[in-house]
């Protein structure tokens, strides 16, 4: 049994529940770190239940009690049946259209990226991704232009009028970060960092929450219940990508995963054709595969001249053939019943 | 280097090629068990490559020599750089339509097989599957009815006018299951079964191999040369799912495989999302996907009364579920160019 | 329910008691292509079993009833508490003692084999190795020498007075290698050869079934039931490396599986460190570790020159390299309370 | 190439070197966020190398020039041809001598400590381990009871005599963290948290890196790197289990990992048999076998209820059976020329 807090419950409160959990016989577990406590209650046996969470929900600061029989709970969709859909300025992710992010894998440049944006824009991306700071494997690879780079994305925006999506890395750079995007990007090696997560969750801006390399979907479906026990429920799941065994690609598209998380969870659900392979070649038909398995939207790499880009140059389109991948899911995104 | 001698090559004509072999300084090793003859000449180096070739393509019984650059050479889109179109009957495979087998994953009864070839005839299907022999992990699981199933999978075809695809398993049965088939399937356990495959080489039907369920996109290939270097070139490969670390679904789609072989490889490439999802609500969107991605065709189990299947009914569609999703792919392969 | 008939039980018994489940109102199906008949009975419920396992265990013909929790039943230790010990001549795997197999991947020639039979022998190995037929990935490679290396196996074993060990990889094969072995080989590749596993279990030799590439161990304990209900309960279980993400080796060495089959199985286990690791520098290591966790013994691979090795030189050991593993193991060995 | 500045080399040092990049027409890259920067000039051709190293390395602030061809650097036995032995108290890991560091998954209660930390100094342990900030995949899960737990391990070392290592989540817990632990452990889920690794190379204790879940061997090294660029080499390689495709364990103990990184790397290698096999049965022999194979120490769960830990219960082992681990330990790290 959990016991969540309101937002703002104050120590009194809390303690008073925290010392009923242990009139009751149990062991109460504060989780530290956490503005809005939860206080797990654990070994509750059935029989128990129904008066538990009665008694629990009347005492002041509480804001519901839950039992859970998923690992996952505000994500699932036996919580909230209906699909969620996440807004970012005037365009709604998880509605029925399919809207397509695009933009570099790293900002480089101003140069580099007002074009890329206004190649994108006029395909007919709704959002602009770019990279500021870069999770590199080595230390030694480009690391990412750090607040010039959000500054180069926020003039972009101001340009095309594209909202903007950007990693972070770090919960220290979260109020530089919020200051210059409208979506937070949660990258794949971060998808655990639950510190980060929690940070994010008190923001009031959408999370686009990148798979891990390994992580199985209901561990996903956890990690965005991090940011959502919080009191930001405006997650946007993304696959990118799993490890396997064979390296004809980067990565392997679980395509699975599109459907399964729709089915899970009612939050939005997007693809990285552009990770998730790895070779330009590949990118538009993996693109337009995902959208006919229900995806709500992709999130795709393009660049001005892949062959100089400094990162993932391999899998970045150029804006023609980014105008080209747009066209051919357009007629795909139809063919579900679907809108672009 | 590798000698290809022609079907039929006598044996003095393949005593000819050896000694000349060894006179050159070099080991030969002939491929047994294998009507046409493959001699392998290891240590050539490159210098010498050119004159060798000549010398030994204008031997008597020789039908060409080839030089390996990659690990598959007659499944590759380099050897042969147009489509491959696999007939059967009047159903043309790898050609500008999406063809869709449908039926159950085993034959359990006359009644069974014929209301089902009925219904997936009447939906579009183009060929009819059923097993005969089923390969199962365990010992005491249901094997299949054997010839028995045979004979109804053929009153199947003359009373529907459909195709058969059934799996043979063993050598052995090879003339068995020839007299009743169109289409051998090598199921995914029997991918690297190389003795199977040589001989099916020798078949004049077409094979349809499923991509084992840890083997590499490059090994596939490989498997599918075993069938090719004998003579058989027709040869469909089929994505049926990887494995990997998730238990979401029965299998990982492996989606980026469809265009992956079509790059490397002039061979029809079908999907077979029944086993690639394990789940009878992920089937539709999955060949939806694997459509929109470039797919051939698609292999889908079907059954009347899943619930009651002695294999697989947990992701068996039932007839109309199956005529829902060839509506939904037809859709979606007009989108992407193709027909239906 | 499984209905295991004797060996030999005449046709009409077998009819019987498929009748006598019909007339209970089951559907019996048996399995074809198996010598000794098992009939499985599917949807018995709890309350039935009981009594039905009384009535069809004293019909005429039928050895045993099985009521199956778990996927294999007679590889299990529940059912067989104590270790099973497989006897090759004088040799005994998986008692006390720690047995290692020795000799190449390939037999290439006469005096390549006889020099490294000496050699293992004089090292401490008391089983010999080496390929006839190989299963190869590309059609192009090196398939094995045939009836001519089971010649020249036979003749080291008189040599030496090593047993032999060598792979078969066809049911067709069986009579053949049957005159030469003393241990038959089932390969990595065929482990899920089900059909070759049935003939094996017809035969009175021991089977040393290697886990396939990406096989769970519960259905490697399966493949071992498909050899031993039919009678031949001489089954060596040999971990040699499973498929992974990384490239840092050929194969990822599985050492959990050594615990893991001793506690849930009670047939011998042993380790391939040659191809599971796939470079000579690190077999060593991984046999002294496999032993320290429980291996029974282990199958190295040995080859007077490896560098001219016609398939997999970069795992051989030469012979000092093995004399110098022997050492070390057996160190290990007296260790953890084993003998060598 | 890449230029490392001495550590507080001045930002006029820092400029003038970025200036003479630019010059000689190169694009330098300085990563944010690192005190001791780092310069990568990328483009850099074969031709233009041995001159430009010179002229760099002479520059002011300057501390070395590096030539990258291997991916990771510091990391590399081929920089640092010796073991790195790094030393805790007297305490020394990566020499001779085999280093057992055992304790409670978290920390739950002062007597749980007190009692596990002088039991596990009592079987020969040389560290204790224990969670105070535990990383859980689920918001509702226990996630440790913070600086109340870090002030119950001082407390045990005093007892004891033990240095701690305990696991830290969050750059901003660094100084709080180091206030109380001898070593810093980097969890399986941070090991691509590059802030975190590149904060904990600028402080003076060791660091225990814990491989992540899917990562390969050459990017923990990569990770070990960004720890080592900063400055602080004291890194020890922790193999904890990687995910795969069976569920008979909780993780695959890649036990190949061991001579992989002690080939590559001089820095100590150690395993965690608890999470990478996840069942108290499995760790002792899994903890010979990897000792057998190499590792310099292990970590080890203990814990003196098992059934009542609050997390990893059925991987922990009671005192009495981690005394015996010791003991079966100590036999095996002799039999291979170790101390123990």
């Not at 016991?3 to 925290?18: D, H, L, R, T």
């Not at 029925?96 to 101003?110: A, H, K, Q």
């Not at 795709?300 to 980014?322: T, W």
Request: with cysteine; proline share 6%; glycine share 8%.
């Amino acid at each position: 049994m959990v016991i969540v807090m309101q937002q703002g419950a104050s120590a009194p409160q809390v303690e008073a529940v925290i010392d009923q959990v242990q009139k009751q016989g149990f062991t109460p577990f504060v989780n530290p770190g956490v503005e809005r406590k939860v206080i797990a209650v654990l070994g509750v046996v059935d029989s128990q239940k129904v008066t538990l969470v009665d008694q629990f929900e009347s005492m002041d600061g509480v804001e519901r009690v839950t039992l859970i029989s998923e690992p996952y709970k505000l994500s699932s969709r036996n919580y909230h049946p209906q699909n969620t859909v996440v807004e970012v300025g005037d365009v709604r992710i998880g509605g029925p259209e399919v809207v397509i992010i695009g933009g570099p894998c790293s900002v480089e440049s101003r140069e580099q990226v007002l074009e890329t944006a206004h190649a994108v824009k006029d395909a007919g991306a709704k959002l602009l991704r770019g990279g500021a700071f870069k999770p590199r494997t080595s230390p030694y690879s480009f690391q990412g232009l750090g607040v010039d780079a959000l500054k180069i994305l926020a003039e972009a925006r101001e340009a095309t009028g594209l909202p903007v999506v950007t990693e972070i890395l770090d919960p220290d750079d979260l109020e530089l970060v919020a200051d210059y995007t409208d979506v937070f990007q949660v990258g794949a090696r971060n998808m655990s960092n639950f510190r980060l997560l929690s940070r994010l969750g008190r923001t009031d801006k959408p999370v686009l929450l990148k798979r891990g390399p390994s992580a199985k979907l209901r561990e996903m479906l956890q990690a965005a219940e991090y940011v959502m026990v919080e009191g930001n429920h405006q997650v946007i799941l993304c696959e990118r990508g799993i490890i396997n065994f064979d390296d004809a690609c980067r990565n392997t598209t679980d395509i699975n995963a599109i459907p399964v998380l729709k089915y899970w969870s009612h939050l939005p659900v997007i693809l990285d054709p552009s990770h998730s392979t790895g070779y330009t070649r590949y990118v538009t038909p993996i693109a337009r595969g995902g959208v006919a398995a229900g995806a709500d939207g992709l999130i795709v790499e393009v660049h001005p001249n892949p062959s100089k880009a400094l990162s993932d140059g391999s899998q970045a389109l150029k804006p023609e053939q980014f105008r080209q991948l747009v066209q051919e899911v357009s007629r795909v995104a139809h063919a579900v019943g679907r809108q672009m």
